[in-house]
């Protein structure tokens, strides 16, 4: 009786801890330095991630044509644009990913 009991509460335990989310807490990919403004013609890519668990704030991510990457301010009124314009047309070179 006490062994299948034992069994019984390792198998809820395993199951508990199983079930646990182990998501990173403030994992932000922008951590600090966000530019207010990118020229068009240094702009080959344009991610933005919507808020998550792992990150409260839509972050703007802007490849460059030399290969580097920047975050973008995404109150600043050029970061408002990029989002609508990943909302309303897909004609740009933009990736919207939701959290």
């Known amino acids: 009786m006490r062994t299948t ?3 019984l509460f390792a198998c809820m335990l395993f ?3 199983e079930g646990i989310a182990i998501v990173p807490k403030g994992r932000c990919l922008c951590k600090d330095g966000d530019v207010n403004f990118i020229p068009h013609r240094n702009i080959q890519k344009i991610e933005i ?3 998550s668990p792992a990150c ?4 703007i991510i802007v ?3 030399d290969g580097g990457q920047r975050c973008l301010n995404s109150e600043s009124k050029f970061g408002k644009t990029c989002i609508k ?3 309303n047309n897909k004609r740009y070179n933009l990736t919207f990913f939701l959290g």
């Open 5 to 7: 009991i034992c069994i």
């Open 15 to 17: 199951v508990y801890v």
């Open 49 to 51: 991630f919507s808020p």
């Open 56 to 59: 409260k704030q839509v972050e």
């Open 63 to 65: 490849t460059l044509k």
């Open 85 to 87: 314009k990943a909302e």
